[in-house]
C-alpha cells in the first residue's frame, strides 16, 4: 500500500480512540456505561445500527457472490425491512417498557431463571464465535492483499477496539460507529464512480454487460428449500432478522439507549432505510467488478483464488493513493463497529444476567468495575479465537455454522412463545428449547448430504440457511402445544395481549405488571 494509504488508515484509528478518550470522563455508573443515560438521538441510533449490522463480512461477501453469481445475498436484506416495518412499532415500546437492561430479562420474567441464562449464554456463545471469524476474515483478506501479517492486524485491531470501547462505554461505541457510518458511504460511492466512469470502459457497455448476463437476479424463483433458492433466501432472512430485532442485545441495547421511544423508532428505521441502499451499493460493486474485468482484458493475479478476494485487490491495484486507505479503514472499521457493539453487549450480559443475578446487592460501581473487566476479558478472548481459526486448515466455516447454528437457534421461536402466548410458562420454554437443540444438532451434523455425520436417509434434507428457520419454528409449536397440555402457569403479565390491555386503559403511561412466572 501507499504511504498515504498508511497515513489515512492511522488517523482513522486515532479519531476513534480519541472519541473514545473524550467520553470515558461521563461514564460513571453502569447506566451511563451500557446506556448513556439514554441520550442517544434518533439519527445516532440508525447510524450506529448500519454501522453494526454492516460487518467486514459484507465488504468481502457481497461484492464476491455477486461477482460469482447474482444478487440472492441481498434477499435477507429485503425481508429485514418487512421485519422493522411489522414488529417495530410494537416490539420497540415494549422492551423499552419491560426491559431495564438486558434484553434476557425477560425471557426470565417470562420462563425463569433457567431459560434467562440459557439465552444469555446462547448470544454469548454464538458472538463469541462470530467477533473471531468476522475478525479472521478480515485480516485474511487484508493480508492476503497488503501482506501485512495476519496476527499483527488481528491484535493491533482488536486492541484498539477493547481500548476505546473498555474506556468510553456504549457512548464511545455509538458514536464511533457514526463516524464509520459517514466513511462506509464515502467509500462505497468512490467506488461505484471509480468503477461505473473509469476511462478504460463505458458505462453504457458496462450495464448492459451486467444486464445481459442476469447478473442482478435475485434467484431462481422455483419454491424449492433443497438449494439456494429465492425462498431459501428470504425464509433464511425473515428469522435472522426477527431473531436480531427481538432477541439480540447489540440491537436491543440500542432502543434502551435512545431519548425516547419515537427517537428508538426513527433509529431503526433510519437504520433500516440505510443498510438496504448499503448492501445493494455491494452487490451493485461486485457485479461492475465482474463487468470491468471482463472488458478490460486484466488478469487477476494466481493469488486470487476466491471471489471474496477480488474487491480489495481491485482497492489496492485500482483506487487512487489515499482514497484506498479511505476504504480500508471503512473496512477496518466495519468489522471495529461490529467488535465493539459486541463487547459492550457482553458486558451487559455478564453484569446483568449472571453477576448482578447470581449475587444480588452489589453496587453500582462493582457492577461497573465487572462490566469493564467482562469488556477486557471479551475482547481477549475473541482474539484469541481469531488467532486460533488463523492456523486452522480450512475448517473455521464448518465450526462456525455449527456453533451458531445449535448454540444461538431459537431465540425469535423462544421470544414469539413468550410474547404471543400468555398461558405458556417455564416447563412450555424449556420444552421447546430442548426439542430445537435437538433439531439443530442433527440438522447441522447431518447437511449437505451427511458430510459431517452421514445418515443415509436420515440426513436433513434441505438448504442449510432453513435450520435455523425450522428450529425457530419448532420450538414456538412445540412450546405452545406443551403450553396447551401442561397446567396454566401464574401469568407474568408481559406479553403483547397485556401491553395492548395497558395502553388502551392508560394511553399515556401504560404500565405492565412484569413479575416472573413460576412455570
Request: hydrophobic share 50%; glycine share 10%.
Amino acid at each position: 500500500m501507499h504511504l498515504l494509504d498508511e497515513i489515512v488508515i492511522g488517523l482513522y484509528m486515532a479519531v476513534l480512540v480519541g472519541i473514545g478518550m473524550r467520553v470515558s470522563r461521563r461514564q460513571r455508573t453502569t447506566d451511563q456505561y451500557f446506556l448513556a443515560e439514554r441520550s442517544i438521538p434518533g439519527w445516532a441510533i440508525g447510524m450506529s445500527l448500519l454501522a453494526t449490522i454492516i460487518t467486514s463480512v459484507t465488504f468481502i461477501a457481497y461484492p464476491g457472490a455477486a461477482y460469482a453469481g447474482n444478487w440472492s445475498l441481498l434477499v435477507p436484506g429485503i425481508m429485514f425491512v418487512l421485519v422493522i416495518a411489522g414488529i417495530g412499532v410494537v416490539v420497540v415500546p415494549f422492551f423499552r417498557q419491560v426491559v431495564a437492561m438486558s434484553v434476557y430479562e425477560y425471557f426470565g420474567k417470562r420462563f425463569g431463571s433457567g431459560v434467562r441464562m440459557y439465552s444469555s449464554f446462547a448470544f454469548a456463545m454464538g458472538h463469541f464465535s462470530k467477533m473471531g471469524f468476522v475478525f479472521y476474515l478480515l485480516a485474511l483478506s487484508v493480508g492476503g492483499i497488503t501482506g501485512w501479517s495476519l496476527t499483527k492486524v488481528i491484535i493491533v485491531l482488536g486492541i484498539i477496539t477493547i481500548f476505546y470501547t473498555l474506556i468510553g462505554g456504549l457512548e464511545a461505541v455509538i458514536w464511533t460507529d457514526v463516524i464509520q457510518g459517514f466513511v462506509l458511504w464515502s467509500g462505497v460511492a468512490v467506488s461505484i464512480g471509480l468503477l461505473l466512469f473509469s476511462p478504460r470502459v463505458h458505462t453504457g457497455e458496462v450495464l448492459h454487460l451486467i444486464a445481459a448476463n442476469h447478473k442482478t437476479s435475485l434467484g431462481s424463483m422455483s419454491f424449492d428449500l433443497h438449494t439456494q433458492t429465492f425462498w431459501t433466501m428470504a425464509i433464511y432472512g425473515l428469522f435472522f432478522y426477527l431473531q436480531k430485532y427481538t432477541a439480540d442485545q447489540t440491537v436491543v441495547q440500542r432502543y434502551l439507549a435512545a431519548t425516547t421511544d419515537r427517537a428508538a423508532l426513527r433509529g431503526i428505521g433510519m437504520g433500516a432505510m440505510l443498510c438496504l441502499p448499503v448492501w445493494t451499493a455491494f452487490m451493485f460493486i461486485g457485479s461492475l467488478l465482474w463487468a470491468f474485468y471482463r472488458i478490460t482484458g486484466e488478469h487477476l493475479p494466481k493469488s486470487i483464488t476466491k471471489p471474496d478476494q477480488i474487491f480489495p485487490h481491485f482497492m489496492v491495484t485500482q483506487m487512487p493513493p489515499g482514497v484506498a486507505g479511505l476504504f480500508m479503514a471503512a473496512l477496518f472499521g466495519a468489522a471495529m463497529s461490529m467488535l465493539a457493539s459486541d463487547l459492550n453487549c457482553l458486558a451487559v450480559i455478564v453484569v446483568e444476567d449472571f453477576y448482578g443475578y447470581l449475587l444480588p446487592g452489589r453496587t453500582d460501581r462493582q457492577r461497573l468495575r465487572v462490566g469493564k473487566v467482562a469488556v477486557a476479558v471479551s475482547g481477549l478472548l475473541a482474539i484469541a479465537v481469531a488467532l486460533r481459526l488463523s492456523n486452522s486448515q480450512g475448517s473455521a466455516l464448518a465450526l462456525y455454522y455449527l456453533i451458531t447454528a445449535v448454540v444461538a437457534g431459537g431465540l425469535a421461536g423462544l421470544f414469539l412463545l413468550a410474547f404471543l402466548v400468555r398461558k405458556a410458562g417455564r416447563a412450555a420454554g424449556l420444552i421447546g428449547i430442548v426439542v430445537n437443540l435437538v433439531f439443530t444438532t442433527w440438522a447441522t451434523l447431518t447437511m449437505n448430504h451427511g458430510h459431517t455425520w452421514n445418515l443415509h436417509q436420515y440426513n436433513y434434507p434441505w438448504h442449510e440457511f432453513t435450520i435455523g428457520a425450522i428450529g425457530n419454528i419448532l420450538l414456538f409449536v412445540v412450546g405452545y402445544l406443551a403450553s396447551l397440555a401442561l397446567p396454566a402457569s401464574e401469568a407474568s403479565g408481559a406479553t403483547l395481549w397485556d401491553w395492548l390491555a395497558q395502553r388502551r386503559s392508560h394511553p399515556q403511561h401504560p404500565t405492565l405488571n412484569t413479575q416472573r412466572s413460576n412455570g
